[in-house]
C-alpha cells in the first residue's frame, strides 16, 4: 500500500489525521469514547462553552427533517469553570487533541473566556463559535455582522497573543461570506469553520404551530453538505493559504474528500455521530483508502484540488 502522509495543520497546530469531531454533537467526548479511541482521530472540538453555566432552550429541542435535523439546544452547558476543571483533564487522560470551543453574548465574554484558557497547557486550538446573538447589539448574530466579528476575534487575539490558533467559526446565513472570513482574518483568526448549521423551522402539522420549544434551530445533516462544499470553495478561492476546517453533512470518506477537494484541510463530523457512534473512525479510513486509491501521497495534496486547473490534451 502507498505511503500516505495524513497528517494536517490549523496555523500552527498539527494533528495526525483530518476528521475531528463536531463542536456539539459529542460535548467533550465522554459518550464517543466507550466506541473508539478520541487518540486515533485528528481532534475533538468540544461543545461550545460559555462564562456560566447555561440550561439551554425549552424542550423540544430536535426534530428530524428530510436528509437532515434541526436541533434547538441553546448552548447548554456546564460553565467555564466546571469545563477546565473536570472536561479538559478527561480529554488529556485520553491524549486527544483537544481544540476547546468558546462562545459568548458580548465581545467581553469571548475575551474573558481566552483568558482563562490561556495558561492551560494541552490544548490545540481555540474554535470561536461567533454563530451567536449579539446581547448588546439587539441580538443580532456576531458572524452575520463584519464589524462584530472583527472585534470578537480582536479581542481573543489580543487575550491569548500567538499562543494558540484561533478558528472563527462562521455562519452561512449571510450574502457575503468571503467579507466576513477576510475581516476575522484581519482581526487575528488563524483559520475559519465553515460552516454552522442554517437556520431553519418546523411547523407541527397537529398543532399548526413552531415544532421546537425555541421556536427556529440549526439545520444540519447531509442536506446541507452541498452549502458547505460552496462555502469552502468560496472562501478558498478567495483565501488560498486561509486553513479551513470544513463541516456540513459528512456521513462518508467521499464526503470528507468533496469538502478537502473544495479547500477544507481538516473535517469535522457531527450529526453522523447519532446515527453511527463510530462515524468517525469509519470515515477517517474510507478518506484514507480515496486518497490512496487516487494516487495522492499527502493530504495536503489534495486540499483544493478542485480549484486546480483541469489539463488539456495538446495533441
Known amino acids: 500500500m502507498t505511503a500516505l502522509d495524513f497528517s494536517t495543520t490549523l496555523g500552527n497546530a498539527w494533528f495526525p489525521a483530518p476528521i475531528f469531531t463536531a463542536s456539539g454533537c459529542a460535548s467533550s467526548g465522554r459518550e464517543l469514547a466507550q466506541f473508539f479511541d478520541l487518540n486515533s482521530i485528528g481532534g475533538v472540538v468540544t461543545k461550545s462553552v460559555m462564562s456560566k453555566q447555561r440550561h439551554g432552550r425549552p424542550t423540544p429541542r430536535m426534530a428530524e427533517t428530510p436528509s437532515g435535523m434541526l436541533n434547538s439546544i441553546g448552548l447548554q452547558g456546564p460553565g467555564i469553570d466546571a469545563f477546565i476543571a473536570k472536561d479538559i483533564p478527561y ?169 478537502i477537494a473544495a479547500g477544507a484541510s481538516a473535517v469535522s463530523v457531527g450529526t453522523a455521530s447519532f446515527g453511527n457512534p463510530t462515524a468517525l473512525p469509519t470515515i477517517q479510513n474510507e478518506l484514507m483508502e480515496l486518497l490512496i486509491a487516487k494516487g495522492f501521497s499527502s493530504l495536503r495534496d489534495a486540499i483544493g484540488y478542485a480549484h486546480r486547473p483541469e489539463e488539456t490534451d495538446d495533441n
Open 91 to 259: 480529554l488529556l487522560e485520553q491524549k486527544a487533541r483537544i481544540i476547546v470551543s468558546i462562545a459568548g453574548e458580548t465581545v467581553e465574554e469571548y475575551a474573558t473566556l481566552a483568558r482563562k484558557l490561556r495558561g492551560i497547557s494541552g490544548i490545540s486550538a481555540l474554535e470561536v463559535n461567533i454563530s451567536c446573538p449579539n446581547v448588546e447589539n439587539r441580538g443580532l448574530v456576531f458572524a452575520c455582522d463584519p464589524d462584530a466579528s472583527r472585534r470578537v476575534i480582536d479581542g481573543v487575539r489580543r487575550t491569548i497573543g500567538g499562543e494558540l490558533p484561533i478558528i472563527a467559526k462562521l455562519s452561512p446565513d449571510v450574502t457575503d461570506l468571503v467579507h466576513i472570513a477576510r475581516g476575522v482574518v484581519d482581526a487575528g483568526a488563524d483559520a475559519v469553520a465553515l460552516i454552522n448549521t442554517v437556520l431553519g423551522m418546523v411547523i407541527n402539522i397537529q398543532t399548526l404551530r413552531p415544532h421546537l420549544g425555541g421556536k427556529t434551530g440549526g439545520l444540519s445533516g447531509p442536506a446541507i453538505r452541498p452549502i458547505a462544499v460552496r462555502a469552502i470553495y468560496q472562501v478558498h478561492a478567495a483565501l488560498p493559504k486561509l486553513p479551513i476546517l470544513g463541516m456540513g453533512g459528512v456521513a462518508c470518506g467521499r464526503d470528507a474528500l468533496e469538502l
